[in-house]
């Protein structure tokens, strides 16, 4: 079964601070990724997308991928309490466009 | 901006009765997903369509669940009947052609009582 993992959390970081996000995915067949961003009683947003090995920015945001150890992490630099929102991981299946979802990091961000 | 279209935003009904749920994609989006959220989960596809037809709908519990996209454009969630563990966020989301980006709308948050 194909599976995407986010097992740390919640996190609690200061304000300022680089909160760390990661995620795992047991199909080697996966190849583009993605972190949506989901506020309490919200739908989930779409922050960031990778599809490449390495570091990926985006303003405060940055993705980062590694397809040779299956994992998937997101930077977010200078933290702030709008940040405080649940961090959910997905991973295509490789047919159809169809997404696999992680259950989501909650990320608080303490002024 | 483009957004997906979903109504309503709340329903509350009772055990037994049957409830639908309408979504209306990013225009020119030709695939559709339907998604249900239990808190603390992430979201689990239901159904997909691609223009007017199904290309996954193995976790859609059919004999109380059903969906269709006629026109290849809105698309309607039926449950009849509904069940208690049916409460959930349902979600809705588009991609366009050859995208795994999948845009959502803001759900429906159903209780069933």
């Known amino acids: 079964q194909k599976e995407v993992e986010q097992n740390s959390g919640p996190l609690s970081v200061p304000e300022g601070a680089i909160a760390s996000l990661n995620c795992t995915y047991s199909d080697r067949v996966s190849q583009s990724f993605f972190w949506y961003r989901q506020y309490s009683g919200k739908s989930p947003e779409l922050i960031m997308s990778?599809?490449?090995?390495g570091d990926k920015e985006d303003g405060r945001f940055t993705a980062q991928l590694n397809k040779a150890s299956q994992y998937v992490s997101l930077l977010i630099r200078d933290s702030q309490p709008s940040d405080s929102a649940t961090y959910l991981c997905?991973?295509?299946?490789?047919?159809?466009?169809?997404?696999?979802f992680g259950k989501g990091i909650t990320l608080s961000v303490r002024p | 901006e483009a957004e997906v279209a979903q109504s309503p935003r709340y329903k509350i009904t009772e055990k037994s009765q049957a409830v639908a749920f309408w979504c209306d994609p990013i225009?020119?989006?030709?695939?559709l997903y339907w998604y249900r959220q239990i808190l603390g989960q992430g979201p689990e596809l239901l159904v997909q369509?691609?223009?007017?037809?199904?290309?996954?709908d193995s976790q859609l519990p059919k004999d109380r669940f059903s969906a269709e996209r006629l026109k290849g454009v809105d698309s309607t969630l039926k449950i009849q009947p509904a069940e208690l563990g049916d409460s959930a966020m349902y979600l809705c989301a588009s991609s366009g052609a050859d995208s795994y980006e999948q845009y959502f709308g803001p759900g429906t948050r159903l209780t069933v009582t």
């Open positions: 369509f691609q223009d007017e037809s199904v290309v996954d």
């Open positions: 997905a991973a295509d299946t490789g047919a159809n466009s169809k997404l696999t």
């Open positions: 990778i599809y490449s090995n």
């Open positions: 225009s020119g989006h030709a695939t």
